[in-house]
């Protein structure tokens, strides 16, 4: 065994500290020489650091969320029989990061490509993509423009085209450098992302039961790129926000006050599943601010549901639980890592979706009507429903239920994550030519 310490490393010529953003390993783990090991946001970008040889990470010394001088203590690794690569500042392996592979080829991209900015992008304007996602994206035949960004400022990355590359999406999180606000309402703060200032539009998305606002991550990118303003809350009982829900009527009671805080006049709103219900219910209080309703794999339609799944994610205690209960959502499949559901089933362990959850799903299945909702709110303003066919939570039959004004959309390839797993689709539906948003 050969002990080393593994320090903050130098990922830029100015780059004096560091934000420790995610372990992208666990003590234990073996690595190899350019495996990513930490992911690091610096005043400038967010890099993924590579291991510079091979080793094992013994025990990591910082939390996330720290600020690192660089060349202080990150971890200690045990780097066997070869060569001691910790000794460097972490300057060498510049090139093998996102960070780095931009300051690298920015001069051979000047004379042929504009340089990024940070602006909302207009239509038909360059999207803004890293330089190694762009070299990924060529070598698997991927037109850039295609893709759903997750990182700051819905940049695309590296991750992104290789999900595209499979055919899906990202959704395991919002991009860390995404900031959460707190609008603090008269029942407690309600916490919120806010994709900022923009010229076309603001959408508001509205998650679904267990959800939160960080399972927008890929449509909020898409839209922010499209010009749109997009806010994206924690509903009542789920997330950071502090206000508790029992019934379903609870998700949209503060909603109204929540615009009236950020001082948003009218929102083209898009839920899913049983934020549909929220949706619903903001409309039908203010349907003067509602340029439109697009709902996604919408609650309260019919009878069925998957009641195990409601129950199972209310009352789950363990990882396990947690990850069978997800897999039911995509096609794709849902891999996060065994930190991350355990932090999903830390929160859920805290009960605050049982009451909900009763309220939602009883014996005969849903507790809860959208449809004479919706057939009064199709007259004052579109309204269009997108389902997966492959929904296993609710089926997509139950769109026969719905009144003839209403625009369906049956999405192949899909679960009850549409917007996981066909963003792409997900996304021109959303901002087709003549419809809002």
């Not at 759903?148 to 290789?162: F, P, Q, S, W, Y």
């Not at 009527?249 to 929102?267: G, H, P, T």
């Not at 019919?302 to 639980?321: C, L, P, Q, W, Y």
């Not at 303003?381 to 959309?409: N, S, T, Y």
């Amino acid at each position: 065994m050969s002990e080393r310490i593994l320090k903050m490393p130098r990922l830029g010529e100015t780059m004096e500290e560091g934000k420790i953003v995610g372990w992208l390993i666990k003590p234990g783990d073996s690595f190899r020489r350019g495996d990513p090991i930490i992911e690091i946001e610096t005043d400038k970008t967010i890099a993924e650091f590579p291991a510079l040889g091979d080793g094992r990470l013994e025990e990591v010394l910082v939390e996330i969320g720290d600020m690192i001088e660089v060349g202080k203590p990150l971890a200690r690794v045990d780097i066997g029989s070869g060569p001691d690569w910790t000794a460097e500042d972490g300057s060498a392996a510049e090139p093998e990061t996102e960070a780095a592979v931009t300051k690298a080829e920015a001069t051979a991209d000047t004379a042929k490509e504009p340089p990024l900015d940070d602006d909302p992008k207009r239509p038909g304007d360059r999207v803004r993509a890293t330089p190694l996602a762009r070299r990924f994206a060529r070598r698997s035949g991927i037109d850039i423009n295609s893709v759903a960004g997750t990182g700051r400022r819905g940049r695309i990355e590296k991750h992104d085209v290789l999900a595209a590359a499979d055919g899906q999406s990202v959704p395991s999180r919002m991009p860390a450098a995404a900031a959460t606000s707190y609008a603090a309402l008269r029942r407690g703060r309600m916490a919120y992302l806010d994709s900022g200032k923009a010229f076309g539009g603001t959408v508001l998305l509205l998650h679904g039961f267990s959800g939160d606002r960080t399972t927008w991550t890929a449509v909020l990118a898409g839209l922010r790129r499209a010009g749109k303003r997009v806010i994206a809350p924690d509903l009542p009982g789920h997330g950071l926000t502090e206000i508790e829900a029992s019934s379903p009527s609870d998700l949209s009671a503060d909603l109204v006050e929540f615009l009236d805080a950020l001082a948003i006049e009218k929102v083209d709103v898009v839920a899913h599943s049983l934020g549909a219900v929220a949706a619903l219910g903001l409309a039908a209080s203010e349907p003067r601010r509602i340029g439109s309703l697009s709902l996604i794999a919408p609650a309260g339609i019919g009878s069925e549901i998957d009641t195990g799944f409601v129950h199972g994610m209310a009352g789950a205690r363990t990882s396990g639980e947690i990850a069978h209960l997800l897999r039911r959502l995509s096609v794709n499949g849902i891999e996060l890592s065994e930190a991350a559901l355990e932090a999903i089933a830390a929160d859920l362990a805290r009960g605050r979706l049982r009451a909900l959850a009763d309220a939602v799903a009883g014996p005969s299945g849903q507790r809860v009507d959208s449809l004479m909702a919706l057939q009064r709110l199709v007259a004052s303003m579109p309204v269009r429903v997108l389902f997966g066919l492959e929904d296993r939570i609710i089926p997509w039959r139950q769109v026969l239920a719905l009144p003839p004004q209403v625009a369906i959309h049956l999405l192949s390839r899909s679960g009850h994550m549409p917007q996981w797993d066909q963003t792409k689709d997900v996304l021109e539906i959303l901002l087709s030519k003549g419809e809002q948003p």
